[in-house]
């Protein structure tokens, strides 16, 4: 079956740092681009950052630039988000996805795979 996993999550003070993982079974990832996507209760769930398919090309939210970093590992068909200086208003579920594409533009959408989720809490 193909399958996206994601994994890091939990419970960090603001200013803290997580890395999240996002590992793909059953399919390789060196076609998609990767996205990074959260959804905090009672909001939508929005965009949070975006690596093509060869890594060369990366976005990312406003929100979230200068302290999240997107890479990616085709070798071990993983894509990491490096969270630093994190915020109470960064707590959400967080979702990656991947989608067939050459670009650095992840559609929320138009994702084809998607992960089931991992829950980020930032609170002192």
């Known amino acids: 079956q193909l399958q996206l996993v994601e994994s890091g999550g939990g419970l960090v003070q603001p200013g803290g740092s997580l890395r999240l993982s996002c590992a793909a079974s059953?399919?390789?990832?060196?076609?998609?681009?990767i996205g990074w996507f959260r959804q905090a209760p009672g909001k939508e769930r929005e965009g949070v950052s975006c690596?093509?398919?060869?890594?060369?090309?990366?976005n990312y939210a406003d929100s979230v630039k200068g302290r999240f970093t997107i890479s990616r590992d085709n070798t071990k068909n993983t894509v990491n988000l490096q969270m630093n200086s994190l915020k109470p208003e960064d707590t959400a579920v967080y979702y990656c996805?991947?989608?067939?594409?050459?670009?650095?533009?992840?559609?929320?959408?138009?994702?084809?795979?998607w992960g089931k989720g991992t829950l980020v809490t930032v609170s002192s």
């Open positions: 059953g399919f390789t990832l060196d076609y998609y681009a």
């Open positions: 690596i093509s398919s060869g890594g060369g090309f990366t």
């Open positions: 996805a991947a989608v067939v594409t050459k670009s650095s533009v992840c559609p929320l959408w138009g994702m084809r795979y």
